[in-house]
């Protein structure tokens, strides 16, 4: 059972910029209740993380490679997870995933989105 959706997901030329959404496709998911972060995997490379949110919101951290160009950030109300990516670049090529992880450590995953940057 998928429990998370990205979506916002494209190509777009270096220097462009792109956010991506991430939200429960399943009804009653507690959304609120979980740290959520954004990870993404290049072809023929291991999933990195990218940037992360607590769950009250009070706590981000960003990977060096997009610190100052992504921005997340989280609605209580919408139940949505964002990625604002600014200033893309052509290594940000990836697909992008939405990671959910509670307290006990349970995690939950999506099933991604295709970000490409190319002229």
């Known amino acids: 059972q998928v429990h998370l959706v990205e979506s916002g997901g494209g190509l777009v030329q270096p220097g462009g910029s792109l956010r991506l959404s991430c939200s429960s496709s399943?009804?009653?998911?507690?959304?609120?209740?979980?740290?959520l972060g954004w990870f993404r995997q290049a072809p023929g490379k291991e999933r990195e993380g990218v940037a992360c949110?607590?769950?009250?919101?009070?706590?981000?951290q960003y990977s060096d490679s997009v610190k100052g160009r992504f921005t997340i950030s989280r609605d209580r109300t919408l139940k949505k997870l964002f990625l604002q990516m600014n200033s893309l670049k052509p290594e940000d090529t990836a697909v992008y995933y939405c990671?959910?992880?509670?307290?006990?450590?349970?995690?939950?995953w999506g099933q991604g989105t295709q970000v490409t940057v190319s002229s």
């Open positions: 990671k959910a992880r509670d307290l006990d450590g349970t995690t939950y």
């Open positions: 399943v009804s009653g998911f507690s959304f609120n209740r979980y740290a």
């Open positions: 949110i607590s769950r009250g919101g009070g706590t981000i």
